[in-house]
């Protein structure tokens, strides 16, 4: 059974690559979603076969015991039976028994992906949920991204690779990546953990998971698993402030002067806001307004003009620059590499 289910459950992975980037939760990419997925398989092969049992009964009894014409309307009522004992007690026992057994499974999943401590050598990772993009910030390597999260591959047997403290700067989020773990809320003044390990590379889709306003759909995120070797020299680069090119002095200048800097950090400046994402290294994310659209001149050139049309209701406001100081202060985040 368990065979015949996960066949199919390939075959709609497959069909779902076909269609979009996949994310769904049998697609699994982590120690994490394996396990996850592997107790969802459990549930529906219990419950199927419950379905079955059930709905098969019900069909033969249908069947066997129809009215039919040749029966006379005077033949005698059949005996009446009220209640029995050892029918009750054993519709009331199994349905127990197969609760516990579920129960005991998932908590102890759940007991396994929510340690409150890191493991020892899990790279540490602060999300911070924010109306509507995620901050990731690396405590131990002094840096803060955002919306995008990069992460080692870790392919050891022994899984620790991610463990992320998940807080809330506004309301409730819930972060999702399905291949990779289970969902987990960030709460107002709550701290919450969890970890994963994944262990293929590759980019990973996730969003907000918990609805928390106008653009919760567009309070998307990625996952970047790495090599070790591709995250040190991502982590190399994250870790210094921003290039002072002197050819887009202008741009800095205004990118400085004008209330850019009192909501956006870029580290090496005296742009030191926090009410929306660090872009000290902006260019090095493929997306901008947390997956709204695709990192390019051309959408950076909109997004800061009129970032509403990407993403309706968003609190980045519209700049009042001239088109010309618009290009110019693009220029310079282009620099931010
Ligand atoms: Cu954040 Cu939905």
Redesign the pocket.
């Known amino acids: 059974l368990r065979r015949v289910l996960l066949t199919a459950m390939a075959l709609l992975g497959t069909a779902n690559v076909l269609l979009a980037e996949s994310t769904s939760i049998f697609d699994t990419a982590s120690y994490n979603s394996e396990k996850i997925s592997e107790i969802f398989l459990l549930v529906l092969a219990i419950t199927g076969l419950i379905f079955v049992l059930v709905f098969s009964a019900i069909a033969v009894f249908v069947v066997r015991f129809r009215a039919r014409r040749s029966e006379t309307e005077d033949e005698p009522e059949p005996p009446q039976i009220y209640g029995s004992w050892p029918i009750e007690i054993a519709w009331t026992i199994a349905p127990l028994l197969i609760i516990f057994v579920l129960f005991l499974v998932v908590v102890r999943s759940v007991n396994e992906q929510r340690p409150t401590q890191a493991p020892g050598d899990a790279v540490q990772v602060r999300v911070i949920?924010n109306?509507?993009w995620w901050s990731f910030e690396y405590p131990e390597l002094g840096f803060i991204t955002a919306n995008e999260l990069h992460v080692p591959l870790d392919d050891t047997e022994d899984p620790s690779s991610v463990f992320m403290q998940l807080e809330s700067a506004d309301?409730a989020?819930?972060f999702w990546v399905p291949r990779l773990a289970g969902k987990t809320d960030?709460i107002p003044n709550r701290i919450n953990t969890m970890w994963f390990t994944p262990n293929e590379t590759g980019v990973y889709y996730g969003q907000?998971?918990?609805?928390?306003?106008t653009q919760?759909s567009k309070?998307l995120l990625r996952v970047i698993v790495e090599t070790p070797s591709e995250f040190a020299a991502w982590v190399e680069n994250e870790k210094k402030p921003a290039v002072n090119d002197p050819a887009v002095a202008d741009g800095r200048a205004l990118f400085l002067e004008h209330s850019c800097a009192s909501c956006h950090t870029i580290r090496g400046t005296n742009a030191r806001g926090t009410f929306g994402p660090d872009l000290t290294h902006l260019m090095s994310r493929q997306t901008i307004g947390a997956g709204a659209a695709e990192n390019n001149h051309d959408n950076l050139i909109t997004w800061i003009t009129n970032p509403h049309v990407f993403k309706t209701g968003c609190y980045m406001p519209e700049m009042k620059l001239t088109a010309e100081n618009v290009k110019t202060v693009v220029s310079y985040l282009e620099t931010l590499r």
């Open positions: 949920g109306q509507w309301v989020h819930s960030l907000c998971a918990e609805y928390c306003g919760h309070m």
